[in-house]
């Protein structure tokens, strides 16, 4: 008998019809012997939608709370597929995580799964039940609810295969696998029948959303294999695993972007030893995270330009913080939230020279500035123009041969 997590996404579940679409799909695996856990994401659209309704209320909501709120959509999904298993004749039950429990530790809306009670589900199980979940949500050391970061259904699919030791955990989502750049952008994507965890990490880190990063992180630790498939249709979809046996004749497998950075640049800036640290000092007390720095080569040896990027829900905070930091002086703060971030990921780049070089001469080609750059073994990412990224992903998509 084969143990088996099947995550459904929020397009999966994202109408009436879609449910019992997934619900036969589950019936027909649970019909070949195999124990099923059925992990559900909230319906397409329904996060974002409770979201706005706590910022019409604050822009401040408070954590707690919102966990409370967003946990809601979970709730619904999983009662209205257990609804339509046991209409199709399916002994199906589910349980919120509260009920099982699942415990995290961290802050809201960010917390981690740390365990997980197995042996009233294992019971059910056994029983010959399907056992229906929902993603995203969890309990903390007090008792109450968390979330655990958005796209956190993986995450939650993921902890359970590794909790109740699965034999497979299926990732059913609304393409068919995980493509060299977002399919529904760049129609010339090709799907990838193989990819290792650390290129998925890479690629889900910069933007690639087919799977959240942390769920691929614990994957990766925990080597546990897994399988991106589409809802939809029965083709063969993408296999996530150990590095070996995959094939590197190219350079690069995948292009990503993402529009969730900021740049600053600071002007002006006096140039002597620890100045960077009173810098980024305090943006790390008020836990924003800085990505790419740049420094320019002072022209006078006296004061110098910094650039940094960072997150652009931290674009407010941080120049809030340079400006109340009384260690620093500058002459000058811009800003730019109207920049994407294209990454180049393969593991083929540790043993191909010449990558980083045929990426900026691509984008040159173009005509696109480049503002930032950071890499590292098997990425190179830099800072555009938001306007230039589709231009530069189909650009480096044929470049790098990934057509
Ligand atoms: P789910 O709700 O099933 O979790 P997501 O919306 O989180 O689905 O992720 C699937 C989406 O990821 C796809 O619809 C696609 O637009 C996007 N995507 C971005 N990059 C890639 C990629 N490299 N391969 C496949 N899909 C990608
Ligand atoms: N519903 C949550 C979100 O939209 C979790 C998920 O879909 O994986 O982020
Ligand atoms: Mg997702």
Same mark, same amino acid.
């Given at each position: ?68 709120? =967003? /946990?809601?959509?979970?709730? !619904?999904? &999983?009662?209205?597929?257990? *609804? ?7 002994? #199906? +039950? ?44 969890? =309990? /903390?050391?007090?008792?109450? !609810?968390? &979330?655990?970061?958005?796209? *956190? ?7 359970? #295969? +590794? ?241």
């Amino acid at each position: 008998m084969t143990k088996k997590v099947l995550k459904f996404g929020g397009t999966s579940v994202g109408s009436i019809e879609r449910i019992l679409h997934a619900a036969n799909l589950i019936k027909k695996e649970h019909s070949k012997g195999n124990e099923i856990i059925v992990v559900v994401s909230a319906m397409s659209g329904n996060t974002n939608e409770l979201i706005k309704k706590s910022k019409s209320i604050s822009e401040k909501f408070i954590k707690r709370e919102l966990d409370l709120l =967003l /946990s809601t959509g979970e709730q !619904i999904s &999983t009662a209205l597929i257990t *609804g339509a298993l046991n209409e199709l004749g399916v002994k #199906a +039950k589910s349980w919120m995580s509260w009920q099982i429990p699942i415990l995290t530790e961290g802050e809201h809306t960010n917390a981690r799964i740390i365990n997980m009670s197995v042996k009233k589900i294992n019971k059910y199980l056994s029983e010959g039940g399907v056992a229906i979940i929902p993603g995203f949500q969890g =309990l /903390s050391s007090v008792g109450d !609810i968390t &979330t655990i970061g958005r796209g *956190g259904s993986d995450a939650t699919a993921v902890a359970i #295969a +590794k909790i109740f030791n699965t034999d497979s955990c299926e990732i059913y989502t609304d393409v068919d696998g995980v493509y060299s750049s977002d399919p529904n952008k760049i129609p010339v994507a090709k799907k990838i029948p193989k990819i290792s965890y650390d290129e998925m990490l890479e690629l889900s880190s910069v933007g690639a959303k087919v799977m959240q990063s942390s769920a691929v992180q614990t994957a990766m630790m925990y080597e546990i294999p897994l399988q991106v498939k589409s809802t939809f249709t029965n083709r063969e979809g993408t296999e996530i695993f150990n590095q070996e046996n995959i094939d590197y004749s190219k350079a690069v497998t995948g292009v990503a972007y993402s529009k969730d950075d900021a740049k600053i640049t600071l002007i002006g800036v006096q140039d002597k030893p620890g100045v960077a640290a009173d810098i980024f000092e305090p943006l790390d007390k008020n836990q924003i995270n800085v990505d790419m720095v740049i420094q320019n080569i002072s022209p006078d040896g006296k004061t110098t330009d910094i650039t940094f990027t960072i997150k652009r829900n931290d674009l407010k905070k941080t120049i809030e913080t340079l400006n109340l930091n009384k260690k620093i002086k500058f002459k000058n703060l811009n800003h730019n939230d109207k920049v994407s971030k294209i990454s180049v990921v393969g593991a083929g780049m540790v043993t191909t020279p010449g990558v980083t070089f045929k990426m900026f001469r691509a984008l040159a080609d173009e005509n696109i500035n480049i503002l930032a750059i950071s890499t590292s073994e098997i990425k190179i990412s830099v800072i555009i123009d938001e306007t230039k990224t589709l231009e530069a992903i189909k650009k480096l998509h044929s470049i790098f041969k990934l057509n």
